[in-house]
């Protein structure tokens, strides 16, 4: 956490199995994954895009460096836990924001996981195929 100063705001968020670390703080708009460049971590645009989202919605992109350590399921989840992370950062550094992210759908963590695989069976809900004779 070298790159994190005291004036830095931390939130958590999760999804399916990411769960990200979030430090946001005062800068130009920088956004570091893992101590890696945001480029260098999500090669689609629609993933940097995401993470952005709550940032673009309160008019607050390029006010903020987004330092975030995410671990756990796949690049898509942990792009949706980022945002949380973020949004509820924003939240804690100014509580007015909460009515517009929430009408966005940003602040509620999505809580859709993945179904366990059932005995007898080939997954979750696929069967083996059955036959009379």
């Known amino acids: 956490m070298a790159n994190v100063d005291k004036s ?3 939130a958590t968020g999760r999804r399916k199995e990411a769960v990200a670390r979030v430090w946001l703080m005062p800068g130009s708009g920088k956004v570091t ?3 890696r460049d ?3 971590y999500f090669g689609r645009a629609t993933l940097k895009m995401i993470l952005r989202q709550p940032l673009t919605l309160t ?3 390029g ?3 987004i330092y975030a350590t995410v671990r756990g399921g796949g690049l ?8 949380l992370g973020v949004t509820r950062a924003l939240i804690k550094i100014d509580p ?3 009515p517009q992210l929430k009408a966005a759908g940003y602040v509620t963590r999505d ?9 007898g069976q080939r997954g979750a809900r696929a069967r083996y195929q059955f036959s009379k004779r």
């Open 33 to 35: 994954i893992n101590r």
């Open 63 to 65: 006010k903020f460096d």
């Open 59 to 61: 008019e607050q992109e």
């Open 8 to 10: 830095a705001v931390y």
């Open 38 to 40: 945001i480029d260098h």
């Open 111 to 119: 809580p859709r996981q993945k179904e366990r695989k059932k005995y």
């Open 76 to 83: 898509s989840g942990q792009a949706d836990a980022i945002k």
């Open 96 to 98: 007015s924001l909460r």
